[in-house]
T-cell receptor, first 119, second 111 residues
Framework: DAGITQSPRHKVTETGTPVTLRCHQT?????MYWYRQDPGHGLRLIHY???????DKGEVSDGYSVSRSKTEDFLLTLESATSSQTSVYFC??????????????????FGAGSRLTVL | LAKTTQPISMDSYEGQEVNITCSHN???????ITWYQQFPSQGPRFIIQ???TKVTNEVASLFIPADRKSSTLSLPRVSLSDTAVYYC????????????FGAGTRLTVKP
């Protein structure tokens, strides 16, 4: 997807190993998000960032940490991967935050996804 | 929190108009309603967004009644390539985790 890239796109790892997924954007958007998608659960928000070094938890943040040292990069880290973290991870970006002054300001643009398998 | 409810699945045929309704009874005053489309192995992509009444773009129309407790995505003359999962998202940007996706509606278009 234009302006947002995720790496790696596919990764297989073993239980207990650390894993870092990277999201890189070239849109200079303020907000960045990490979602996971699992069958039967749809998209669930893990963490999000509203600026450099400003992050907050989503609904499924346990076992994950994030960092944002630059506007363009948002890292998702699994300190010790577990099989329950096998999933497809999507990064998203949006232009601005609340209050929404105009339509379109909070539209999400998603990356292509990172498929993680924890054995 | 603006939780949404959509039908799990819908079937249609090529050339028909498809209407997908999303319920969001506790929508807040500042909340916009946004619809996304997701194909297999891809991230969701924006379709349309609205606040009230009707919004139309080159892809779809969005109908929102006066009480804003529901919204209807209308896809005119669907084709096989419209087979996808459609998500209704209600909320301002993250504020106490308001940006939640529901399970979506899986639309299957048949020839």
């Amino acid at each position: 997807d234009a302006g947002i890239t995720q790496s790696p796109r596919h990764k297989v790892t073993e239980t207990g190993t650390p894993v870092t997924l990277r999201c890189h954007q070239t849109e200079n958007h303020r907000y960045m998000y990490w979602y996971r998608q699992d069958p039967g659960h749809g998209l669930r928000l893990i963490h999000y960032s509203y600026g450099v070094k400003d992050t907050d938890k989503g609904e499924v943040s346990d076992g994950y940490s994030v960092s944002r040292s630059k506007t363009e990069d948002f890292l998702l880290t699994l300190e010790s991967a577990t099989s329950s973290q096998t999933s497809v991870y999507f990064c998203a970006i949006s232009k601005s935050g609340p209050p929404v002054q105009s339509s379109g300001a909070n539209v999400l643009t998603f990356g292509a996804g990172s498929r993680l398998t924890v054995l | 929190l603006a939780k949404t409810t959509q039908p799990i699945s819908m079937d249609s045929y090529e050339g028909q108009e498809v209407n997908i309704t999303c319920s969001h009874n506790n929508i807040a005053t500042n909340d916009y309603i946004t619809w996304y489309q997701q194909f297999p192995s891809q991230g969701p992509r924006f379709i349309i967004q609205g606040y009230k009444t009707k919004v139309t773009n080159e892809v779809a129309s969005l109908f929102i009644p006066a009480d804003r407790k529901s919204s209807t995505l209308s896809l005119p003359r669907v084709s096989l390539s419209d087979t996808a999962v459609y998500y209704c998202l209600v909320g301002d940007l993250p504020d106490n985790n308001d940006m939640r996706f529901g399970a979506g509606t899986r639309l299957t278009v048949k020839p």
